[in-house]
């Protein structure tokens, strides 16, 4: 088993910043890939950024590249999402997920562990 516990989300004015924490314990060496997902209300978990654990290779959604960073902390195991000029809709649930595949899973199928999840409100 993976565990995997996000922290960082908030409220925001239009044009902050937040960064995202995912940290991993248990068994990670199931994983090959964190990524992350957000579900805002009536709609689909929707893919937004990848990073491979083994040499950083990352990979993103169409929609952030440009405003979010995706990065790693292997001696730490945990994950980041730095997202900056935040927009309205934005506003989602986050989750981070942990993937046994390695070549940038983004369907949320792909994805064997979960974290609880973290709320991002971006104010107009």
């Known amino acids: 088993q993976v565990q995997l516990v996000e922290s960082g989300g908030g409220l925001v004015q239009a044009g902050g910043s937040l960064r995202l924490s995912c940290a991993a314990s248990?068994?990670?060496?199931?994983?090959?890939?964190m990524g992350w997902f957000r579900q805002a209300p009536g709609k689909e978990r929707e893919f937004v950024a990848v990073?491979?654990?083994?040499?950083?290779?990352?990979y993103y959604a169409e929609f952030v590249k440009g405003r979010f960073t995706i990065s790693r902390d292997n001696a730490k195991n945990t994950a980041y999402l730095q997202m900056n000029s935040l927009k309205p809709e934005d506003t989602a649930v986050y989750y981070c997920?942990?993937?046994?595949?390695?070549?940038?899973?983004?369907?949320?199928?792909?994805?064997?562990?979960w974290g609880q999840g973290t709320q991002v409100t971006v104010s107009s």
């Open positions: 997920a942990a993937s046994a595949r390695y070549n940038y899973p983004r369907s949320p199928y792909e994805y064997g562990y």
């Open positions: 248990g068994r990670t060496f199931n994983s090959n890939t």
């Open positions: 990073i491979r654990w083994s040499d950083g290779t990352i």
